[in-house]
């Protein structure tokens, strides 16, 4: 299969994620369709799409004016404006008949070749599958947040999913300025929500073992991992380290891990009054609207700073193969 030929994108769904997938595709030089399927969120949508591309500029990740970038936006509230979209990201909540409603929408009007992919970060791709007549030329496009200004994006096939065209869509993330990571299998949670689930697990079980507080448990992540994870990923970390080292030590450390299947008391009760961190101030942590304003700005500024630090080495980094 040749390179995929991309000039009109679109994403349905205009929450937080979908506005910064459509800055995202506007600073990669695309004409965007943004099809709002609750009409709340057509007005909202706008406002959070131009504070974004303010934010690209601030950051220097702008190449034209913001005006320019908006003139190559659409936002709609009409599935047929998705017609000539190449790539249709669906970017909705997490609500199987929700998806399929939406899938059936875009599928009614794109044409055959159209590329339909979900933003999914919990639903197995080989599910949502089920609910297209073309399932072939759907995936799993799977964005970091702020998606504009953060290098990872993973794809993922489903059983029935083309590799040619997942393959294809890897190509085309370079353009988005993406590293992208190519899934072949699906998998419930995709690579760095497991990894990362497995981290949460042992964590709570050392917090609920009275071991470490959870502030305590955090600034190990902060202060030794992120000190070197952006650089070089966790096995070229072992390389650096050194492989006997590790070796030696997952002998006895292994055995030890948690493997408990049960949820967490502390997130039993998150989910009991339904928290959902700084969005409605029910968290881990105490938080109120100005320490979460806070948290939300320190964020964007940190945001600002590795990027363009992981700019830096990126290509340097490449010429040794690291």
């Known amino acids: 299969m040749g390179q995929l030929v991309m000039k009109q994108i679109a994403v349905v769904g205009l929450g937080l994620m ?6 995202s595709f506007l600073r990669a030089g695309y004409d965007v ?38 003139s190559r936006l659409l936002i709609s509230d009409d599935y047929a404006d998705l017609k000539y979209s190449q790539l249709v990201v669906e970017c909705v909540i997490e609500v199987f008949d929700i998806k399929k409603h939406v899938y059936n929408r875009i599928e009614e009007v ?10 999914t970060s919990a639903i197995p791709i080989s599910q949502l599958q089920k609910f297209l007549q073309h399932p072939e030329r759907f995936m799993g496009i799977h964005w970091a947040e702020p998606a504009f200004a953060t290098r990872f994006l993973e794809i993922t096939c489903g059983e029935s999913t083309d590799l040619a065209l997942a393959e294809g ?3 085309e993330a370079e ?7 190519l899934l ?3 998998i419930r949670g995709f690579i760095t929500n497991r990894l990362m689930y497995a981290v949460y697990r042992q964590g709570f079980e050392l917090i609920n073992e009275e071991y470490v507080s959870m502030s305590g448990l955090d600034k190990c992540f902060q202060y030794d991992i992120g000190s070197w994870i952006t650089l070089m990923g966790i096995f070229r970390r072992m390389d650096y380290i050194g492989l006997d080292h590790y070796r030696k030590s997952y002998a006895h450390i292994f055995p030890k891990l948690s493997n408990s299947p049960s949820v967490p008391q502390q997130m039993k009760h998150i989910a009991a009054i339904q928290g959902r961190g700084i969005h409605n101030l029910k968290g881990l942590y105490p938080h109120t609207d100005e320490s979460a304003k806070k948290l939300e700005h320190r964020l964007v500024s940190f945001n600002k700073e590795i990027y363009s630090l992981a700019e830096r080495y990126r290509n340097k980094l490449k010429n040794i193969n690291l």
């Open 18 to 23: 979908g506005c910064s997938i459509i800055v």
């Open 33 to 70: 369709v943004g099809v709002a399927p609750i009409p709340d969120e057509a007005a909202t949508g706008k406002l959070r799409i131009r504070e974004q591309l303010h934010l690209c500029q601030e950051m220097g990740l702008l190449h034209q004016d913001i005006e320019y970038y908006e």
């Open 110 to 119: 794109v044409e055959k070749t159209a590329i339909i992919a979900t933003n």
């Open 169 to 171: 869509i890897s190509q």
């Open 175 to 181: 353009k988005w300025e993406k590293e992208p990571t």
């Open 184 to 186: 072949y299998k699906d």
